[in-house]
T-cell receptor, first 114, second 115 residues
Framework: AQSVSQHNHHVILSEAASLELGCNYS??????LFWYVQYPGQHLQLLLK??????LVKGIKGFEAEFIKSKFSFNLRKPSVQWSDTAEYFC????????????FGTGTQLKVEL | GAVVSQHPSRVICKSGTSVKIECRSL??????MFWYRQFPKQSLMLMAT?????????EQGVEKDKFLINHASLTLSTLTVTSAHPEDSSFYIC???????????FGPGTRLTVL
């Protein structure tokens, strides 16, 4: 069965620090990749997605992610975080031809301190 | 973007009662909807896939008789937690991809507390 790993469970950063959250998946076929964010008390929102093409994907709020097929990775980055980025971040993988079922990673709780 | 709503947002019930949660796609049609469960500080776990006009497909370990799913129309799926127990207390989230698409839009979730 496929799995999605997020190695950083809790991350604490100061404002303006750079962010990189790791995401690795275990599946050799064609995948679609997503990063979602869940702000406190709010529902999941899509940050960015990769379906095909340029492996460097830019999303909302200054986030980007790079798909490295050889490493089965889709790490999320932001050059300078803000206090408002405090949230939980989930990586998710969708197998093409897999009935649209998303598999989520365990999530990374990001806290940005002033 | 597409909007998915859930009702109620919070529900508290007594042990042994049943609770129905609605998931609606407000501005698009969805032949498929997904139901997830999220425990505190944990990830979303897919419970079942709701299929319009046919039976839902459940993930391994999810009791289909306890979590009844009905996909009554192209914009509505319901999840009924039957004979709820305290261990069913959780955050239930639905999602839906617009027909023909593979990006899912998530509802705001329903917080269920069983006393």
């Amino acid at each position: 069965a496929q799995s999605v790993s997020q190695h950083n469970h809790h991350v604490i950063l100061s404002e303006a620090a750079s962010l990189e959250l790791g995401c690795n998946y275990s599946y050799g076929g064609t995948v679609n990749l997503f990063w979602y964010v869940q702000y406190p008390g709010q529902h999941l929102q899509l940050l960015l997605k990769y379906f095909s093409g340029d492996p460097l994907v830019k999303g909302i709020k200054g986030f980007e992610a790079e798909f490295i097929k050889s490493k089965f990775s889709f790490n999320l980055r932001k050059p300078s975080v803000q206090w408002s980025d405090t949230a939980e971040y989930f990586c998710a993988v969708l197998l093409t031809g897999g009935g649209n079922k998303l598999t989520f990673g365990t999530g990374t709780q990001l806290k940005v301190e002033l | 973007g597409a909007v998915v709503s859930q009702h109620p947002s919070r529900v508290i019930c007594k042990s042994g009662t049943s609770v129905k949660i609605e998931c609606r796609s407000l501005d698009f049609q969805a032949t498929t909807m997904f139901w997830y469960r999220q425990f505190p500080k944990q990830s979303l776990m897919l419970m079942a896939t709701s299929n319009e006009g046919s039976k839902a497909t459940y993930e391994q370990g999810v009791e289909k008789d306890k979590f009844l799913i009905n996909h009554a129309s192209l914009t509505l799926s319901t999840l009924t937690v039957t004979s709820a127990h305290p261990e069913d207390s959780s955050f239930y989230i639905c999602s839906a991809p617009p027909a023909g698409g593979n990006e899912q839009f998530f509802g705001p979730g329903t917080r269920l507390t069983v006393l």
